[in-house]
């Protein structure tokens, strides 16, 4: 059975802070994604990567980071926490770069930066 | 630009049937997803459409018209179960399986 899995469900930071949240899948997935979901706007992309050490630039990089230094792991850091990064933050991971691989997502985690 | 649009609600009775639209203009298409995501959890697949028509598979199935812009999904036989956000996304060209997402339909399926 496919799993995506993140580090935490809820997290609560202080504005300034350092975050980091993680996403381990256990399919040998090429590709992994952290996207971002608020009410009203979906799913949005934030970065992905296509390979061990490789990343792309999603749609809102803004205030992010990301680090993946073995295949199954992908980070998603925020530098320095801000209130407008309070959000769902969602992790997916999909097979190669055939067009019709659909994407595994994990549980997600709930971010409040206070 | 990238637009995807869907209903933001939709209610519907218990046994019927409901139609959940999806129009897009996107750069580039290899492909349309339907993931369903029950309250706090991960989305889940539901369908994939690359060429245009029908695809149908048990209660659920979705429709695409590449030439319109505008898929659906049809669910039959509602059951409560079925209650949940149902989110439209566009494969892009270019590989690396990138998709952008509509803002979802929330869906209350009533008794």
């Known amino acids: 059975d496919v799993k995506v899995t993140q580090s935490s469900r809820y997290l609560v930071k202080r504005t300034g802070e350092k975050v980091f949240l993680e996403c381990v899948q256990d399919?040998?997935?090429?590709?992994m994604f952290w996207y971002r979901q608020d009410p009203g706007l979906g799913l949005r992309l934030i970065y992905f990567?296509?390979?061990?050490?490789?990343?792309e630039k999603g749609d809102i990089p803004e205030g992010y980071s990301v680090s993946r230094e073995k295949k199954e792991r992908f980070s998603l850091i925020l530098e320095s926490a801000s209130t407008n990064q309070t959000s769902m933050y969602l992790c997916?991971?999909?097979?190669?770069?055939?067009?019709?691989?659909?994407?595994?997502f994990g549980p997600g985690t709930r971010l409040t930066v206070t | 630009g990238q637009n995807i649009d869907q209903p933001t609600e939709m209610t519907a009775t218990e046994g019927a049937i409901v139609q959940i639209n999806c129009t897009y203009q996107?750069?580039?298409?290899?492909?349309l997803f339907w993931y369903q995501q029950h309250a706090g959890e991960a989305p889940t697949f539901l369908s994939y459409?690359?060429?245009?028509g029908l695809e149908e598979k048990g209660r659920f199935s979705s429709f695409l018209s590449r030439s319109k812009g505008y898929s659906y999904l049809l669910l039959k036989e509602l059951q409560m179960k079925d209650s949940a956000s149902y989110l439209c996304?566009?494969?892009?060209?270019?590989?690396?399986?990138?998709?952008?997402f509509g803002a979802g339909t929330r869906l209350a399926v009533h008794p």
């Open positions: 399919m040998d997935h090429e590709n």
């Open positions: 996107t750069s580039g298409f290899n492909g």
């Open positions: 990567s296509y390979d061990v050490k490789m990343k």
């Open positions: 996304a566009v494969l892009l060209s270019g590989g690396y399986n990138k998709l952008i």
């Open positions: 459409n690359v060429l245009d």
């Open positions: 997916a991971s999909s097979q190669g770069q055939g067009v019709s691989y659909e994407q595994y």
